[in-house]
């Protein structure tokens, strides 16, 4: 029986942050009913059934919302399909609700005839009776089927042959006060890399960690020197510390994968079969375990570098990125905070390489401290922001003024390279 309740136990969750939806929905329907009868009073049947389908319609947009990113926790796009499947669910109830509501009037034709006691008892009545029904739509139709279909789509992802993997390989792993989880992580890569058969190299940044961090990682370094262990002295941020292991790639490709052990690291070989159309891969976190305020500021801040930067990408700062090591050689990369991230992908873009997207699995931390939504990286953040889209935009606008100058004065007849106007002869 306890084993029966534990392993219901999410559903259970559901079903209760459901009907704290379902309450505000309630009382969302009921005062929408109540204002279009106070505002215009009647006794037609029809006009009640048409205020309360437009009550119905506005407590729908606010459960669309709350169950979508509360009750069931999806986090895929909001597709068209998505749409559909919940308006359809949402038609359902509606017209179960109508239904209800009507043979109400039939029995108690004049206790619904305006605002007040009568009508919001009903539509508590009414509302209790869809809840349950309207549910197991949800649950069975719109998010966690989509869910399902998502992780259908990514276990479906080719599994290749081993002789599909890169020549060789840097794995760059920033670490921050991770000791609770670093040697577990740097284990996990290196048994996936082996049963591979890579050529490879492990590279753990440990940026400046005041616990035990570093002396894990060179005890390991010790027995096995495809680890190698990178000290900042001083905590300098995520974005330093992804530089430090850039710059000492000496692999044909570059991964990096964050240490917490939130990402597992063989859906790296779903990305191979890619690398040879794509000189990057970049993963995007379909079902992100995080707290809801790491959420809500990961998707603010992904909205807004797509639209400062004019980038096409679902996850910018999702930690599962392999590139071409020779972009590496190439950049000169200068955020040193969170906007590192976005700058390697808008760099990358712009340096004319391509690259496709896949989702990857999202794990729940096993321990340490997350530190990016802490005030002082976030100001950080929004600084480098500010800073370098001017930055780039000048050199930009600089670039594309130089070219059009360039093919202006080809066409001219002036040897760009003497400034010598030469005339053409006919």
């Not at 670490?175 to 490879?200: C, H, K, P, W």
């Not at 990057?280 to 400062?308: E, I, M, P, T």
Request: net charge positive.
């Amino acid at each position: 029986m306890l084993r029966d309740i534990r392993r219901n136990k999410p559903l259970v969750a559901k079903f209760l942050r459901f009907g704290l939806v379902g309450t505000l929905n309630t009382i969302v329907d009921i005062a929408a009913l109540n204002i279009l009868l106070w505002i215009s009073p009647t006794n037609d049947t029809w006009q009640i059934l048409a205020f309360n389908s437009l009550a119905c319609i506005v407590a729908a947009c606010n459960s669309f919302f709350w169950n979508k990113y509360w009750t069931f926790k999806y986090r895929g796009p909001v597709t068209p399909q998505l749409v559909l499947r919940f308006a359809a669910v949402s038609f359902a109830s509606m017209l179960g609700n109508n239904s209800i509501l009507w043979i109400f009037i039939q029995l108690l034709p004049f206790t619904i005839t305006g605002a007040g006691v009568g009508a919001t008892l009903l539509k508590v009545t009414v509302g209790a009776t869809m809840m349950t029904l309207s549910f197991i739509g949800q649950l069975t139709l719109v998010f966690v089927a989509n869910k399902r279909e998502l992780r259908k789509q990514t276990a479906a992802l080719p599994q290749p042959p081993f002789s599909y993997f890169p020549i060789s390989i840097s794995i760059v792993l920033p670490a921050y006060n991770e000791e609770a989880v670093i040697a577990t992580t740097v284990s996990r890569v290196f048994q996936a890399l082996s049963r591979m058969g890579a050529d490879f190299e492990i590279l753990v940044v440990n940026d400046g960690s005041k616990d035990r961090t570093g002396a894990i990682v060179a005890a390991i370094a010790m027995q096995e020197p495809r680890v190698r262990l990178v000290t900042h002295q001083v905590n300098q941020g995520a974005g330093a510390a992804l530089v430090s292991g850039f710059i000492r790639a000496t692999k044909a490709y570059t991964f990096y994968m964050d240490a917490d052990g939130q990402f597992d690291i063989n859906d790296l070989v779903r990305m191979l079969p890619y690398l040879r159309e794509y000189d990057g891969v970049f993963g995007y976190r379909f079902n992100r375990r995080d707290s809801w305020l790491r959420k809500l500021y990961a998707w603010g801040w992904n909205h807004l570098v797509r639209f400062v930067f004019n980038l096409s990408i679902k996850d910018i700062d999702c930690a599962f990125k392999i590139f071409r090591t020779d972009y590496f050689r190439r950049v000169v990369l200068e955020a040193r905070g969170a906007l590192l991230l976005t700058e390697v992908v808008y760099k990358f873009a712009r340096a004319g390489y391509i690259y496709t997207e896949l989702p990857v699995r999202h794990l729940p931390r096993e321990g340490g401290n997350p530190t990016g939504a802490k005030p002082r990286v976030i100001l950080r953040a929004f600084k480098e922001l500010f800073y370098y889209a001017s930055k780039w935009h000048e050199e930009e606008q600089q670039s594309l003024y130089g070219k059009t100058n360039y093919d202006r004065l080809a066409l001219q007849g002036t040897n760009v390279n003497t400034g010598r106007v030469e005339r053409y002869l006919h």
